[in-house]
């Protein structure tokens, strides 16, 4: 297993337009993490799924984003109608059942909105 | 005041230096501590994590975890300039939540 894969890297969209990002975790850990990261700051929590069931949700996810994880496995992103401010780099993290404290980053998707 | 407060830095020691970085938090109920370390434009890879007060070492890295001054610390003896990076502190929530601090970021100066 090569770790939490995230796909694509790097993405420049208009304002307006739909995104959507996809995230492949270790393929033994059943919970699922996206974390949104801006120039100088911390990732900041978005919502977590464990297996095909999304358990929490940040304030941060507005209406125009949604995650799914429909066979507990890979999951992915949307944002609708991108704003400038939703430029920043989109993470996702997995990890084992109980085991929070020991997430597994991927290399992100950077998102750029003009 | 944030739950997890951490200075942003940059802290430039000399290649050898022992670095000292840190963050307190406001949350009593964190009961696990992790540090997290990122370099430009990639992921956070986990360092090591610490459950409740107390110390663990790895290597060339130490975490020490004070809950009664809620006070966090990560050594790293003999440092190298491949240890340059942002270093992100971070806790559990009882929501099983990732709170992050915002990183310091260390330069090793050969």
């Known amino acids: 297993d090569t770790g939490v894969s995230q796909n694509p890297r790097h993405k420049i969209t208009k304002r307006g337009q739909n995104v959507t990002f996809r995230c492949d975790p270790i393929s033994e850990h059943n919970r699922l993490y996206w974390y949104r990261q801006t120039l100088g700051q911390g990732p900041e929590f978005l919502t977590y799924f464990q297996n095909e069931a999304q358990l929490e949700k940040s304030r941060l996810l507005s209406d125009r984003f949604s995650a799914e994880r429909p066979k507990g496995s890979f999951s992915t992103l949307e944002i609708q109608r991108t704003e400038q401010g939703d430029s920043a780099m989109y993470l996702c993290a997995s990890s084992s059942p109980g085991t929070a404290y020991e997430q597994y980053f991927g290399p992100g998707t950077r998102l750029t909105v003009t | 005041q944030k739950e997890v407060e951490q200075d942003p830095g940059p802290l430039s020691v000399p290649e050898g230096a022992i670095v000292s970085l840190n963050c307190t938090y406001s949350?009593?109920?964190?009961?696990?501590f992790m540090w997290y370390r990122q370099y430009s434009r990639k992921g956070p890879e986990l360092l090591m994590y610490t459950y409740s007060s107390g110390n663990k070492e790895d290597g060339r890295f130490t975490a020490q975890v004070d809950k009664s001054s809620k006070y966090i610390s990560l050594f790293i003896r003999d440092s190298q300039p491949s240890d340059s990076a942002t270093y992100l502190c971070a806790m559990i929530d009882r929501d099983d939540k990732i709170i992050f601090g915002k990183g310091t970021r260390l330069h090793i100066l050969p």
């Open positions: 949350n009593s109920a964190f009961q696990y």
